[in-house]
């Protein structure tokens, strides 16, 4: 018997590998559904749209990134090597979500999660430049090939802070 959580990464599966056959906006819901091996009823029991699978897939990266930034206890350059190289190995779900055109449920969930150690996380107004030029900076990146380090786009980030004292 398969579980609903087995399906629901079934269907994260096969709208991923159908994206890299085709635009995000061409892949049909059937075609989901075929790919994963599983009938509409059984997406439509979980998901009303296949968006309904990123901004779940995104909730799921944002507890994981928090979970292993929280065991790494890194200081706050290493955190952005962390965030970094976390994006790079979560790519092609990033892209997705990217390309569904929910980067304000992006920047909403970092703005959710910024870390509460530091010292903008009481000020709304610097949370959310902070998230939004991440945010920006790393959309950059992944449309570029990530041919940067995670180390390299540290640096800069970590510099750019610096310089404006944030």
Same mark, same amino acid.
């Given at each position: !018997?398969?579980?609903?959580?087995?399906?629901?990464?079934?269907?994260?599966?096969?709208?991923?590998?159908?994206?890299?056959?085709?635009?995000?906006?061409?892949?049909?819901? @059937?075609q989901?559904?075929?790919?994963?091996?599983?009938?509409?009823?059984?997406?439509?029991? @979980?998901?009303?749209?296949?968006?309904?699978? /990123?901004k779940?897939?995104?909730?799921?990266?944002?507890?994981?990134? +928090?979970?292993?930034?929280?065991?790494?206890?890194?200081?706050?350059?290493?955190?952005?090597?962390?965030?970094?190289?976390?994006?790079r190995?979560?790519?092609?779900?990033? +892209? /997705?979500?990217?390309?569904?055109r929910?980067?304000?449920?992006?920047?909403?969930?970092?703005?959710?999660?910024?870390?509460?150690e530091?010292?903008? #996380?009481?000020?709304d107004?610097?949370?959310?430049?902070?998230? #939004?030029?991440? /945010?920006?900076?790393?959309?950059?990146?992944? @449309?570029?090939?990530?041919?940067? @380090?995670?180390?390299? !786009?540290?640096?800069?980030?970590?510099?750019?802070?610096r310089?404006?004292? /944030?």
């Amino acid at each position: !018997m398969r579980t609903k959580q087995f399906s629901k990464v079934c269907f994260y599966n096969a709208l991923e590998e159908l994206c890299r056959e085709c635009p995000y906006e061409e892949v049909q819901i @059937s075609q989901i559904c075929q790919k994963a091996g599983f009938n509409r009823s059984t997406f439509y029991r @979980s998901y009303r749209t296949k968006e309904d699978i /990123l901004k779940e897939k995104m909730r799921e990266l944002i507890v994981q990134y +928090n979970g292993l930034r929280k065991t790494k206890n890194a200081d706050d350059f290493q955190s952005i090597v962390l965030l970094f190289s976390f994006y790079r190995e979560n790519s092609m779900a990033i +892209n /997705l979500i990217h390309q569904a055109r929910l980067d304000d449920m992006l920047r909403k969930l970092g703005m959710q999660n910024f870390p509460a150690e530091s010292e903008h #996380s009481a000020n709304d107004y610097e949370k959310i430049f902070i998230t #939004s030029g991440f /945010l920006a900076v790393i959309l950059r990146w992944l @449309s570029t090939g990530m041919k940067e @380090s995670a180390e390299y !786009m540290a640096e800069h980030i970590d510099k750019v802070f610096r310089q404006y004292g /944030l």
